[in-house]
């Protein structure tokens, strides 16, 4: 660091848990970017002030995460359209005091399913489980890849239909109840676990009878505490391709640093470190 050093970092309220400052500045350093990235402290009622902050001091980007990704939306200049569609900012781009706000999480789920379990969504049949924040985030960048359909189904079935609802038609989202999910598990091509079932320490939850899984297809699961949750290890003993949560994360920070410096992310040392920081 010296007087030259550009600023990045993450706003959230917990915060110290979070791997994005170690991911990031290893980032940094594999691209031999003069830049450094804190973790932050922000509580509800000083959001305002910490965007403020971000406008006064100069950073050129930073990571918003729970619980200000909505309420941040407030505090920007402009916001993409993938963020409007998700209804949350994760990431701020500050483009000579301009803020910008995106969403990387969908987009990041998105590149991670396609680099590590399926390459090609176009024409799949996707079964999305759970109507949550998680799920809004994902949905409008999986419709970006023209699958077939996407059928979301969730616990509380009038959730299911109020998210699929509030994206236009030609997205071919729509809402299945829970009692139709079984036929639709044993059709679909990709089955995702947007729902907190499995999460740790409720790590042998199943969000789905796995059996209704069709041997070949993929499943997949936002989760990454477990790495590979139950789910994903029953659904691995019938013959499916699984895909955790972990990628989600890395390449969420990857399209960060990727708007942020317009560079490639190294993507391998990134998730290198994260691994390593788990141990
Ligand atoms: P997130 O932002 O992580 O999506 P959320 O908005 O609280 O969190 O959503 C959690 C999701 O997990 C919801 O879809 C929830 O279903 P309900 O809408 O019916 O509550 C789902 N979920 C949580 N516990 C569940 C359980 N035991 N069985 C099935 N679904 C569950």
Redesign the pocket.
């Known amino acids: 660091m010296d007087s030259h050093t550009v600023l990045f970092g993450v706003i959230g309220d917990p915060i110290r848990h979070s791997k994005s400052p170690i991911m990031l500045n290893r980032a940094f350093r594999e691209r031999g970017i003069n830049g450094a990235y804190a973790a932050f402290h922000v509580a509800p009622g000083q959001l305002e002030h910490a965007i403020a902050g971000v406008r006064g001091l100069g950073f050129r980007g930073l990571n918003v995460t729970i619980p200000h990704k909505i309420e941040v939306m407030s505090y920007l200049d402009e916001i993409s359209e993938g963020a409007k569609a998700a209804g949350a900012v994760n990431t701020i781009v500050n483009d000579n005091g301009r803020l910008i706000g995106y969403n990387t999480d969908g987009i990041g789920y998105v590149r991670s399913l396609k680099e590590e379990a399926e390459p090609n969504l176009a024409g799949k049949t996707i079964v999305l489980l759970?109507?949550?924040?998680?799920?809004r985030g994902i949905l409008w960048a999986l419709a970006q890849e023209n699958p077939a359909s996407i059928l979301v189904a969730?616990?509380?079935e009038s959730?299911a239909a109020e998210l699929s609802a509030s994206f236009s038609p030609d997205l071919r989202i729509s809402s299945i109840p829970w009692s139709e999910l079984r036929d639709a598990c044993r059709a679909a091509d990709v089955v995702i676990n947007?729902?907190?079932?499995g999460m740790s320490p409720n790590i042998d939850a199943l969000?789905i009878d796995p059996s209704w899984l069709k041997p070949g297809s993929v499943a997949s699961d936002l989760i990454y505490n477990p790495l590979k949750t139950a789910f994903l290890q029953q659904a691995e003993l019938i013959g499916c391709r699984v895909h955790g949560g972990l990628g989600m994360f890395i390449y969420q920070g990857a399209y960060a640093f990727e708007f942020w410096t317009g560079k490639s992310a190294p993507v391998d040392a990134m998730r290198a470190v994260v691994l390593e920081s788990f141990v």
């Open positions: 759970g109507a949550g924040g998680a799920a969730n616990r509380t959730k947007t729902t907190s079932v969000p």
